[in-house]
C-alpha cells in the first residue's frame, strides 16, 4: 500500500499515533442508542463444554463487500455449518469434515450464492484459538477479509458493520467484532474502490469507548448496538466512523 493513501492512515492511528484529539461528542455518558439488533444474540450460543475445544460457535465479520459469518462446529450438534450475511444476503454453508479431539481442525465449507457456488475454509487449533478462514472463493469478491474470535459460554462476540468518511472526502467500510468480556476488539477498514484493506485492533473499555491498541486515542463509543466516533488523523483531518450491530 502506498503511504500517501488515506486508507493507511487508520492503520497508524491503532498502531503508533499518540497525542490526537477526540472531537466525538457521542461519547458522551448520556449518549442513548435508538437503533437495536432484533435479530442478535443477548447471550453467548457457545456451550461451557465447548470452551476449551475446536468445537464451539466463532462469530466474525468480511469486507469485500461487507458482511458477517457465524460457523458452528458441532456446538450441541453432531453437524458442521456456517451462516455468512454478504449485502444483505444469507448464505448456508456446510462442511462434512468433522472434529477430533487434540486436533487442529480445518476444513472446507460449501454453499451457494446467487446460483453460484461459494465455498470457505475454516482454520482453528485443538484449544479453540486462532480462529482464521484460511482461503475463501466468493463469487464477485475475490478479495473478501475476513476477522474471527471464538465466542465462550461466558464471551458474547458481537458483531458491527459500519462505515468511515474523512473531510478530504475519502470513504469506505469499517467493522469490527468485539468481546466485551475481554475487553478487545478487532476489524477491518477498506477505502470505497479500493482492494486494500488494513487489519484493526484495539481496547473496549467499560464505559464504551473503543481506543487504538496502545489505548491512547479513543476512536469512538459503542452505546447499546450502535458505534459512532469522530477523531483528528495525523494530518489533522477529520475522521467519522458509525456502524450498527449485525451479529
Do not use: W
Amino acid at each position: 500500500m502506498k503511504k500517501n493513501q488515506k486508507i493507511m492512515k487508520l492503520l497508524l492511528l491503532l498502531v503508533i499515533i499518540v497525542g490526537v484529539s477526540v472531537v466525538n461528542n457521542s461519547c458522551s455518558s448520556d449518549s442513548s442508542s435508538s437503533y437495536t439488533c432484533d435479530t442478535c444474540a443477548n447471550t453467548p450460543d457457545a456451550l461451557a463444554e465447548n470452551d476449551g475445544l475446536a468445537k464451539g460457535i466463532y462469530k466474525g465479520i468480511m469486507v469485500g463487500s461487507s458482511g458477517t459469518i457465524s460457523i458452528n462446529v458441532q456446538n450441541g450438534t453432531n453437524t458442521v455449518t456456517a451462516t455468512m450475511v454478504l449485502d444483505g444476503d444469507t448464505i448456508l454453508l456446510t462442511a462434512t469434515i468433522t472434529p477430533t479431539d487434540g486436533q487442529i481442525y480445518i476444513s472446507p465449507f460449501t454453499g451457494t450464492y446467487n446460483g453460484s457456488p461459494i465455498s470457505i475454509t475454516f482454520s482453528v487449533a485443538a484449544n479453540g484459538s486462532m480462529p482464521t478462514i484460511v482461503t475463501s472463493d466468493i463469487p464477485g469478491h475475490p478479495n473478501a477479509s475476513f476477522q474471527i474470535y471464538k465466542e465462550t459460554s461466558t464471551s458474547l462476540i458481537e458483531a458491527f458493520e459500519g462505515d468511515y468518511t474523512v473531510s478530504d472526502g475519502q470513504t469506505g467500510i469499517f467493522n469490527i467484532i468485539l468481546s466485551r468480556e475481554f475487553g478487545e476488539y478487532s476489524g477491518i477498514a477498506k477505502e470505497n474502490g479500493s482492494n486494500e484493506v488494513s487489519d484493526i485492533e484495539g481496547y473496549y473499555q467499560d464505559d464504551g469507548d473503543i481506543t487504538n491498541e496502545d489505548g491512547t486515542v479513543v476512536l469512538g463509543r459503542i452505546s447499546g448496538d450502535e458505534l459512532n466516533g469522530s477523531f483528528r488523523d495525523s494530518d489533522n483531518d477529520l475522521v467519522t466512523i458509525n456502524g450498527q450491530r449485525t451479529l
